[in-house]
């Protein structure tokens, strides 16, 4: 079991940049991919970026790749998503997740997180 706690949301001008940060207890952090997702009001869960355990491996959706970072630092026990050239289309909420991944891209994660609002003004 880990549990995910995600922080960094908030208001945002278009354009701009934030950080979300995604602390893991429970177990050992480094056994397991994670990755962001985000969900609009209205819209379908979407997937954002994905990273191995290790760190070695990135993923991202084409709506974020060259935008957006994901990282990690296992011995904090975080993960990170960098967010940069931000649009009003980005507003959601994020969640972290985890979860042990046997292939790449991971298909499935078995831990979330509680989620943080990004809005972002034009």
């Known amino acids: 079991q880990v549990q995910l706690l995600e922080s960094g949301g908030g208001l945002v001008q278009a354009g701009g940049s934030a950080r979300l940060s995604c602390v893991a207890t429970g177990r050992t952090f480094s056994r397991y991919s994670m990755g962001w997702f985000r969900q609009a009001p209205g819209k379908e869960r979407e997937f954002v970026a994905a990273?191995?355990?290790?760190?070695?491996?990135?993923y991202y959706s084409d709506s974020v790749k060259g935008r957006f970072t994901i990282s990690r630092d296992n011995a904090k026990n975080t993960g990170y998503l960098q967010m940069n050239s931000l649009n009003p289309e980005d507003t959601a909420s994020y969640y972290c997740?985890?979860?042990?991944?046997?292939?790449?891209?991971?298909?499935?994660?078995?831990?979330w997180g509680q989620g943080t609002q990004v809005t972002v003004s034009s």
């Open positions: 997740s985890a979860g042990v991944s046997v292939s790449w891209p991971p298909r499935k994660y078995d831990y």
């Open positions: 990273i191995s355990n290790g760190g070695v491996r990135t």
